[in-house]
């Protein structure tokens, strides 16, 4: 039932990040594997700063923060 949560939570991050972004979304697929990448530098970028997000919404707000930022990067990336 984990497994399912996170797939869930990855696949409605990756969403919001396209959304805030400004990219509209990515397909599912590309939503899912960007929750799941954001979830990995959300998490890495909380521990970083000290903040502890628990929870499904805590997990939801930390994958969002880390796909939005990955985004930006792979934005940044593109650019140069």
């Given at each position: 039932m984990d497994i399912?949560?996170?797939?869930?939570?990855?696949?409605?991050?990756?969403w919001l990040a396209g959304v805030i972004m400004k990219g509209g979304g990515y397909g599912l697929l590309g939503d899912l594997l960007l929750g799941i990448i954001g979830a990995i530098v959300g998490g890495w970028f909380f521990r970083l700063i000290g903040i502890a997000a628990g929870g499904l919404l805590g997990s939801l707000i930390t994958a969002t923060?880390?796909?939005v930022i990955f985004i930006a990067i792979l934005r940044l990336i593109k650019r140069a």
């Open positions: 399912l949560w996170f797939i869930i939570i990855g696949i409605v991050a990756g923060v880390g796909a």
